[in-house]
């Protein structure tokens, strides 16, 4: 009985170092690939801030990004989204009547995102798994300008490209359809500083504005250890 208490205990720790790489091999990173489009709309002090002119003025956007999965609960991504905004002036807002907002937009972001459950490759218990994100990004707008109707006097108008930064975050939920395949919808609620999103301020203006973006699309999952 001695003599094979050594060879027991070769047994068995190689029995817990097969076991241990072979959970290693359960990996749950991942590299994502996300495209969707959607709708993007704005509120600031040209529109008087009303969200409800806003929802009815949305303008079509659309966006790519490329992640990595870290683990089941977080994702690091970066992203490129391009659309439009447009707005009607409310009467007197600020001194504009009758001018509109017509801006194209480019957005490279930064992203983190929380899933609230555990989501990936091995959690078919959780095929569907909302999530949280926030979000740093630049808006590069160009804008159009009314030529027959008159400015007040004191306004500055930015032709070209205009910058702004942003920072927001948003919700949403995801479903997984297969192994590598999901759907995905979320909405991104954004501070946009500067008042160059209309391409013209007056001095009197106030802050920045706020753009809202809601998405629908797809996310293609390779796994990094297939």
């Known amino acids: 009985m001695i003599i094979f208490a050594p060879m027991r205990s070769t047994y068995l720790v190689l029995a817990l170092t097969f076991s241990a790489s072979a959970f290693a091999q359960r990996s749950f990173q991942a590299v994502s690939i996300r495209g969707g489009f959607g709708s993007s709309t704005y509120a600031g002090d040209f529109n008087g801030g009303s969200f409800a002119a806003a929802a009815s003025e949305a303008r079509a956007h659309a966006a790519l990004s490329l992640g990595f999965q870290l683990n089941s609960r977080w994702d690091l991504s970066t992203g490129l989204a391009y659309g439009s905004v ?3 002036s409310t009467e007197g807002v600020n001194g504009f009547t009758g001018i509109d907002v017509r801006s194209t937009y480019l957005q490279p972001s930064l992203r983190i995102t929380n ?7 091995y959690w078919k218990r959780n095929p569907s798994a ?3 994100f926030a979000q740093v990004s630049s808006v590069l707008s160009q804008s159009k300008f009314a030529t027959n109707v008159p400015y007040p006097g004191d306004t500055e108008f930015h032709e070209g490209t ?4 942003a920072l927001g975050g948003g919700i949403g939920v995801t479903h997984r359809v297969s192994e590598h395949w999901s759907w995905f919808a979320e909405g991104i609620l954004q501070s946009v500083t500067g008042d160059r999103l209309e391409g013209f301020t007056r001095p009197d203006q106030e802050g920045g504005d706020v753009l809202l973006q809601i998405r629908l699309g797809m996310l ?4 990094t250890w297939d």
Do not use: E, H, L, T
Not at 115 to 121: D, I, K, N, W
Not at 220 to 223: D, K, L, T, V
């Open 115 to 121: 899933f609230a459950v555990p989501y990936g490759r």
């Open 130 to 132: 909302p999530y949280w």
């Open 86 to 88: 447009y707005a009607q």
């Open 220 to 223: 293609y999952s390779i796994y």
């Open 162 to 165: 205009n910058i702004s930064p």
